[in-house]
C-alpha cells in the first residue's frame, strides 16, 4: 500500500486495524498520523477512544489491554504506540500474539525513526498489516512536495520563486512547512506567489548540512570545506556529530574504492556501502581522488581528533579546521581542483 492508497482507504473509512509508520522523514509521518487519528476517532470521542504510548517505557500488557478493550460510543479505538525502534525486542515480542489476532474495531497504528526490519515483530507487522517507510527527502524532489503542499494550502508559486524557496529552505519539511505558513500570511488575499515575495519574507535558513561538507571535502576542495564547516558550527552543530558524519562518508569512499577496484555491480556496491543509487556516482568518482594510503592516514587523524574534542584542552574550531587542511592536502582534490582554477 503507497500512502495515495492510504488516503482512499481513510476516506472510505477501511482504516486498516494494524499500520506502521517508520523513517527518517518525520513531518511526513507526523502528517499522516495526523490523517489517521482525524479519520478514525472523532475528537469529541478522543478522551474515551484514544490511548498514547510511548516505546521506550510501554508496558506491553497496558497496551494489550486497551486494545481489546471494545471503542466506547464510536466505531474505533485508536491506539497510537510512537518512537518504536526505542522498544526492546522483548517488549515488542509480547504484542505478536495480537497482531496475529486483532481486535477489528482497535487500529494499531505505530510510529518510529530507524528500524531494524530483521525483527520478529516488524517481520510479522509486515506479513499481517500496512507497512509505510517515509525516506529523507533529496534536493531534486523538494520543488514538487513544495508545490504539493502550497496547493493544499491555496497558493501556487511561479517557477523563480519556488526555485529561489527551494534553495532558501532546504529539505528539513518541518522547517519547509513553517516557512510556507509564513510566506501565506505576507501574501494576504493573494495566492500567486513571485520571487519577489520569497525574498521578502523567506530568509536564507537553510543549515547546510553536514552532506554538503562531506562532500566538499571528498572532492578536496579546502575553501569551500572550511566555509560549510564554520558555517556548521555556527549554526549549532554539535562538533562530534560533524566528526562522525565526516568518518561515516570517508568509510563509505573507501569500501566504494575497494569494490570498484574488484568490480563489484554497481547495485551491489551501493547495498554494501549502504547509500543511495541516486549519489552512487558521485560517491564512486570522489574514492578515487585519495590512495589506499590516504585512507589509512585520514582515519588515524579522525582517532586524534575524537580523542582530542573529548578532551578537556581541545578547541573544537581549531581542531576540525587542522583535520580539514589535512585531509585536503592527501590525494587529488586540491590539486584537481587548483588546476581547473
Not at 201 to 206: C, E, K, L, Q
Not at 286 to 306: A, H, K, N, P, V
Request: aromatic share 8%; with cysteine; net charge negative.
Amino acid at each position: 500500500m503507497t500512502l495515495s492508497d492510504l488516503k482512499q482507504a481513510l476516506k472510505a473509512d477501511k482504516i486498516p486495524e494494524l499500520l506502521l509508520l517508520y523513517g527518517e522523514e518525520a513531518y511526513f509521518v507526523e502528517e499522516t498520523v495526523q490523517l489517521v487519528c482525524d479519520a478514525a476517532v472523532a475528537p469529541e470521542n478522543r478522551d474515551f477512544n484514544l490511548n498514547h504510548f510511548l516505546g521506550r517505557d510501554f508496558k506491553p500488557s497496558e497496551l494489550i489491554e486497551q486494545a481489546l478493550t471494545f471503542p466506547v460510543f464510536a466505531p474505533h479505538r485508536l491506539i497510537l504506540l510512537k518512537d518504536v525502534h526505542e522498544a526492546s525486542a522483548d517488549q515488542l515480542e509480547i504484542l505478536i500474539p495480537y497482531l496475529e489476532n486483532p481486535v477489528p474495531e482497535t487500529i494499531l497504528l505505530v510510529t518510529g525513526n530507524k528500524i531494524d526490519t530483521r525483527r520478529k515483530f516488524f517481520k510479522k507487522f509486515k506479513q499481517l498489516g500496512v507497512v509505510l517507510e517515509f525516506r529523507r527527502i533529496y534536493d531534486n524532489q523538494l520543488p514538487a512536495l513544495v508545490r504539493d503542499i502550497a496547493r493544499d494550502l491555496g497558493v501556487n508559486f511561479t517557477g523563480a520563486a519556488l526555485q529561489l524557496f527551494c534553495k532558501r529552505v532546504g529539505t528539513n519539511m518541518i522547517e519547509t512547512r513553517g516557512e510556507l505558513e509564513k510566506l501565506i500570511s505576507y501574501l494576504g488575499e493573494r495566492t500567486l506567489v513571485e520571487a519577489e515575495d520569497v525574498s521578502a519574507i523567506v530568509s536564507d535558513t537553510r543549515i547546510e548540512s553536514v552532506f554538503d561538507l562531506t562532500d566538499a571535502l571528498g572532492e578536496g576542495n579546502r575553501g569551500e570545506a572550511l566555509r560549510l564547516l564554520n558555517r556548521l558550527l555556527d549554526e549549532g552543530q554539535a562538533p562530534l556529530m560533524v566528526l562522525a558524519m565526516l568518518t561515516r562518508h570517508f568509510r563509505q569512499l573507501w569500501k566504494a574504492q575497494e569494490l570498484t577496484a574488484r568490480e563489484t555491480p554497481h547495485k551491489e556496491l551501493s547495498r554494501i556501502v549502504g547509500i543511495s543509487p541516486y549519489f552512487l556516482k558521485g560517491l564512486i568518482r570522489q574514492s578515487g581522488f585519495y590512495s589506499t594510503e590516504d585512507y589509512r592516514r585520514i582515519f588515524d587523524q579522525f582517532l586524534e581528533t575524537d580523542l582530542a574534542l573529548k578532551s578537556s584542552g581541545g578547541e573544537p574550531r581549531m581542531l576540525l579546521e587542522s583535520l580539514i587542511a589535512s585531509i585536503c592536502g592527501y590525494g587529488r582534490g586540491e590539486l584537481e581542483r587548483v588546476s581547473r582554477t
